[in-house]
């Protein structure tokens, strides 16, 4: 309401600071697919090409992240406890 009314909305010094995405990797994937999605249903024939080739860029990029972040258990965090 004070955006539209044109009042000056003052924001905490640490919300600045903070440059953490508000989403996970995984969602930023979903949000790509989806896009990719939206942009082939909705988009003009000149948007697809170069929007398409991007978000399948950025896909590629948030699920190489992903796997090189991603932690490989052992099988003994299986069996160990078990009998």
Request: charge should be negative; include cysteine; aromatic fraction near 4%.
């Amino acid at each position: 309401i004070a955006v539209v009314r044109g009042e000056v909305i003052e924001i905490d010094s640490d919300e600045e600071d903070n440059l953490e995405p508000c989403i996970t990797r995984v969602q930023a994937m979903v949000l790509c697919e989806q896009l990719a999605g939206v942009v082939l249903k909705y988009g003009e024939a000149e948007d697809l090409s170069e929007l398409s080739k991007q978000l399948c860029c950025f896909h590629a990029h948030l699920r190489r992240q992903e796997f090189a972040n991603a932690k490989q258990r052992t099988l003994n965090t299986y069996v160990v406890g078990k009998g």
